[in-house]
């Protein structure tokens, strides 16, 4: 403990804390809560994150399952969900707030990751130096606050593996240079285990960083004895985090894949990419150019690198070769899709940009370090490409830099390099009579950019209202209680107005919204087809219908807003801010349909028939339908020409004559003969929204996906329009709208039919579900339960194979009579992936004892050695005897200078290796000879 107190160093806490203040004042400047009513939980972190985290709060209060959630997507694969948002050991700290706390939560963990995010860059530059230095503090601190850090950090997930990196990069330069593989395999493991997504970049570069080091570094192993120890490091810390990443790897074969370059292109300008380098530029969030700032002080001293003359060419060559390609990287396709893990991202762009920080860093502080013994020639030099760096930045490509940044950049810049001369040549600067540092004035003024640069980025990024995202979970509290299933039921509950798209996951009702990359593709399709909203990665309520309602077994529906469908009961009124209607024709999680429901066509395009198809088959009963097509008369078009292109389909395109801030849309207006509920089912390119005005009252759908639209019950008086405005920004597009008019008697008939035969619930929990249920004759028991590989089916206690409905629901056939029919889950790969960890983590524990031993034995032999180590010039010059590494060395005088010296014995595999340091020279030597060169900065051969 005592030794461990040592190593603690003030700087240590300085690195941990510097950004933690820094995004402390940010909060304070936008009016973070408790400074304000905003919160930083913007984009997705406000639509998934927090969502994800108060249901991961939920479970861990109440002792739930980490494996599976019935709350939201119809029941989903929470071990998949976790691996991808929820596995960093530091989200147990939401466990110590309430649930109305998790945005306060979620910004607290941003905090702490952004400090372990500098204190461990702190680690890796203050392994190269003698001392610890406060310069160090400073340069980790770009580090955890580089573009990537203040641009992404609301994508908490991503956090953790991007702080391990200097970890990981040190672990590996100890494993290449001592073999000593323990803080690499550690490291590396909980990159994969935090973020699987991270790590494949993580991964990517720690490949290009084995080649560059070999070359950098005359190691003594082959190359092919270095690569499998390296290889085999990695594959363990890997294996350590299976248990995260095989269950992801296993729920990614049925989520979207996306499509892979067919060509290489260029995104940008390259100009453009390194304006990104600016200060004050605002930080890209969905769409643009990778966020790769890291301090203007840094891109200088990167250059000053490139020729400096303290260390060899060849591991500056190199290391300016690598960073290059992963600035490259940003702006090429290809590059960009491999480094994503064969993946292209769906906006925010440059994620690996973390990487080039870093590399860009760790030059920067090489340079810093010996910037007094760099020749003035070189210096010149440098400070002359630097800025004509930033003028050809700032003068060619196509995006405008802007005055403010274009002049602070300029200005940091000139200050940068009048300082570093002064530093270079006398250290101080003499002011007002009194000698100011020269590296102070510098490392402070870097301090002042790191500060204004966040809380310009922070700013810019935005916030959104605590009050307003908190507004309905005091009401919706209310309503769980109330209509939440008890016991043994099981029954769903939606939202008819969301205000973030995973509030089902948020307020932990079993419904069937959801947002999150691990979503299934076949439910996805599915949903799609039946008219629900669905975009890429997610689908929600919205669209909902009397046979959606059903099928899904949503029981009762709670909003912000009264509804008018012909399925819903209101029942109640919550906290004057929530309605609660009761679905009068739910069905249970599981009934009885006949075979030939697996025959049901699932076709994009036209949601009313493939629900129409899907009552027919499950009841039995043909010639009736659901829902009866209406004609929909043509549009008129404002600003504009129209064409039909297809059934119920229209393209339209401006008029080169219309004034470009006249208002352009196109509008229909049906009318009906007699009272109906009416829903449409619209898809517009290039429009902004659906405006549904009716009687006056006017209501905005603002998706272009399109879904299916409840109009409510119109009649011969209803005046209605339905309004597509232009997006200004293109000159044609198409849209298409169907018009079906509910039939609630034939419904109710085939309805009838279909809950005749209804699975009784008898238990059910957050993996398993099992109840009774009585087939008259031969069919399919058909569950609204997404079919997942994990799904283990026991029929009267026999275990059977499920199928498939419809692409993505799960059925059990059933033979006629009664049956007990239970579901269990376990995700895919979590039993293999939590032996494959148990196993590395007892691989990794017997190589720790292994190494711990050897050094024990290490220490007995130093204490015999320096029991009988001769006190003066010995003339035997035995290694086994004479510890020192040179002729007429001592314990005493290893320098020969009579100076004190410390001698250490250090034990790996095998190899006995004896170093030493005086005030004026260290050095070490193994038994063989191998001479280990001080200049390794890996920090393995620090003498501590």
């Not at 892979?260 to 605002?282: G, H, M, N, T």
């Not at 070769?321 to 762009?349: E, M």
Request: charged share 20%.
């Amino acid at each position: 403990m005592n030794a461990v107190r040592k190593r603690i160093k003030p700087q240590h806490f300085a690195a941990f804390l510097l950004p933690i203040v820094i995004f402390i004042v940010s909060y304070i400047v936008i009016g973070v809560w408790p400074f304000g009513d905003r919160m930083q939980t913007i984009i997705d972190s406000y639509h998934q994150y927090v969502p994800f985290f108060t249901e991961l709060h939920d479970k861990l209060v109440s002792g739930g399952s980490l494996l599976y959630s019935w709350h939201g997507g119809l029941g989903y694969n929470f071990a998949a969900v976790s691996a991808y948002y929820l596995s960093s050991p530091l989200n147990f700290i939401i466990a110590l707030f309430p649930d109305e706390m998790m945005g306060e939560a979620f910004e607290l963990i941003i905090l702490l990751k952004l400090g372990f995010a500098s204190l461990f860059a702190y680690i890796y530059l203050s392994t190269k130096e003698e001392q610890d230095s406060w310069k160090a503090v400073v340069f980790a601190g770009f580090y955890s606050l580089c573009g990537f850090f203040v641009a992404y950090n609301w994508n908490v997930m991503w956090l953790d593996s991007a702080a391990l990196l200097p970890l990981v990069v040190l672990g590996a330069r100890r494993l290449l240079s001592t073999r000593d593989c323990r803080l690499y395999i550690v490291s590396f493991g909980l990159t994969v285990f935090c973020n699987y997504y991270i790590a494949i970049m993580v991964g990517i570069f720690m490949v290009l960083y084995f080649f560059a080091f070999r070359i950098i570094r005359r190691l003594s192993d082959s190359f092919l004895t270095s690569g499998l120890r390296y290889l085999g490091a990695t594959a363990l810390g890997t294996a350590l985090g299976a248990v995260c990443l095989l269950p992801a790897y296993f729920a990614s074969l049925n989520s979207s894949t996306g499509s892979s370059p067919k060509e290489i292109k260029l995104y940008a300008d390259f100009a453009d990419l390194a304006k990104q380098l600016f200060v004050l530029r605002d930080p890209t969030q969905l769409d643009g150019n990778a966020n790769i700032y890291c301090g203007i002080f840094i891109v200088f001293m990167a250059v000053l690198f490139a020729f400096s003359k303290r260390l060899p060419l060849r591991e500056r060559l190199v290391r300016l070769i690598l960073t290059a390609f992963v600035f490259i990287s940003f702006n090429v396709n290809v590059l960009d899709y491999v480094w994503h893990g064969f993946h292209f991202p769906n906006d925010l762009p440059g994620r690996f940009s973390f990487i080039f920080a870093f590399l860009m860093i760790d030059m920067a502080y090489d340079a810093f370090k010996g910037i007094r013994v760099e020749g003035r020639s070189r210096f010149i030099i440098s400070a002359v490409i630097a800025a004509a760096l930033f003028v050809c930045a700032a003068r060619f490509g196509e995006e405008e830099a802007g005055t403010y940044s274009l002049a602070l950049t300029a200005v940091l810049l000139g200050v940068y390099i009048l300082i570093t001369a002064v530093y270079r040549r006398k250290g101080n600067v003499r002011a007002f009579g009194l000698n100011f540092s020269a590296a102070v004035i510098c490392l402070s003024l870097m301090a002042a950019e790191l500060a204004a640069n966040t809380i310009y980025g922070t700013s810019i990024n935005g916030s959104t209202s605590r009050s307003s995202y908190f507004r309905y979970t005091s009401a919706m509290q209310t309503v769980r209680s109330e209509y939440e299933p008890q016991d043994d039921e099981f029954y769903r509950m939606e939202i008819s107005q969301m205000s973030a798209r995973n509030d089902v996951v948020r307020y932990h009702l079993n419904g069937l919204s959801i947002f999150s990359s691990t979503c299934d593709d076949r439910l996805e399709d599915l949903m799609d087809a039946l008219g629900l909203y669905q975009a890429g990665n997610k689908f929600s309520y919205k669209g909902a219908t009397p046979v959606t309602n059903a099928m899904t077994g949503i029981r009762y529906v709670a909003g912000n807003k009264s509804v008018d469908w012909p399925e819903l009961e209101y029942i109640n009124y919550i906290d004057d801010t929530e309605y609660v209607y009761l679905n009068k024709y739910d069905l249970s999680v599981g009934f009885m349909v006949p075979e030939q429901i697996l025959d049901w066509t699932i076709m994009d395009g036209d949601p009313f028939a493939v629900q129409n198809e899907f009552m027919s088959l499950a009841s039995g009963i043909s010639g009736e339908d659901a829902f009866t097509m209406l004609e929909t008369a043509a549009p008129e078009i404002s600003g504009g020409t129209i064409s039909m292109v297809g059934e119920s389909k229209w393209r339209w395109e401006k008029n080169s004559t219309a004034s470009v801030d006249g208002e352009k849309k196109i509008i229909f207006s049906p009318v009906f003969t007699e009272e109906q509920y009416i829903y449409v089912y619209f898809e517009a390119s290039h429009s902004d929204s659906l405006i549904v005005v009716k009687d006056g009252q006017k209501t905005t759908y603002s998706d272009e996906k399109g879904h299916i639209v409840c109009l409510g019950k119109c009649g011969p008086e209803t005046v209605i329009t339905l309004e597509f405005p232009m997006k200004a920004s293109y000159s044609n597009g198409t849209v298409k709208l169907l018009t079906a008019a509910f039939d609630e008697e034939a419904f109710a008939n085939m309805y009838r039919e279909i809950a005749d035969s209804q699975m009784e619930i008898i238990s059910a929990d957050d993996r398993s579900i099992s109840g009774k249920v009585t087939a008259d004759e031969d069919g399919i028991l058909m569950l609204s339960v997404p079919a997942d590989d994990g799904w283990t089916a026991l029929v009267d206690g026999e275990k059977t194979d499920p199928v498939i409905i419809g692409g993505a629901l799960t059925g059990i056939s059933l033979a006629a009579g009664g049956h007990t029919v239970e579901l269990r889950y376990t995700p895919p790969g979590f039993r293999a992936g939590l032996a494959v960890s148990i196993a590395a983590a007892a691989l990794t524990a017997a190589y720790f004892w292994g190494v711990h031993k050897k050094k024990f034995y290490a220490i007995m032999v130093r204490t015999l050695k320096a029991e009988n180590m001769p006190s003066d010039n010995s003339e035997d010059k035995n290694a086994d005897e004479v510890l020192p590494g040179e002729a007429g060395d001592t314990a005493e005088d290893p320098a020969g200078e009579g100076k004190p010296a410390l001698i250490i014995i250090e034990v790996h595999h095998g190899t006995i290796s004896y170093k030493g340091r005086s005030p004026s020279r260290r050095h070490s030597k193994d038994r063989r000879g191998e001479e280990f060169r001080s200049w390794d900065t890996c920090g393995c051969n620090n003498v501590r």
